[in-house]
Nanobody
Framework: QAQLVESGGGLVQAGGSLRLSCTAS????????MGWYCQAPGKQRELVAV???????NYADSVKGRFTISRDNAKNTVYLQMNSLKSEDTGVYYC?????????????WGQGTQVTVSS
């Protein structure tokens, strides 16, 4: 099996920036897509950004131009640089990785990290 550990959440004022990190470890043969979801209070978890193994990025419309997703394949790590944060960006951010753990390929999730943007 594999594990994902996130870091970098916290409290920030509107207009500020945060950088989230998520590192995969354990039984990993290869990692395909990696990405981030956000679950705002009282809402369903929604996709924020995804990056494929080849580096193609896709973003939710609400974060285009403000957030940047990147990855370091040597470190099995995905990052989310969040700039110009708004109060509506508040939520728990979960990373995921679609990876081959030796007995198959499936999506693994991190434990979530809280991001709170004060207005």
């Amino acid at each position: 099996q594999a594990q994902l550990v996130e870091s970098g959440g916290g409290l920030v004022q509107a207009g500020g920036s945060l950088r989230l990190s998520c590192t995969a470890s354990g039984s990993i043969k290869s990692i395909n897509a990696m990405g981030w979801y956000c679950q705002a209070p009282g809402k369903q978890r929604e996709l924020v950004a995804v990056i494929t193994g080849g580096g193609t990025q896709n973003y939710a419309d609400s974060v285009k131009g403000r957030f940047t997703i990147s990855r370091d394949n040597a470190k099995n790590t995905v990052y989310l640089q969040m700039n110009s944060l708004k109060s509506e960006d508040t939520g728990v951010y979960y990373c995921y990785a679609l990876l081959d753990y030796g007995m198959g390929t499936r999506r693994f999730w991190g434990q979530g990290t809280q991001v709170t943007v004060s207005s």
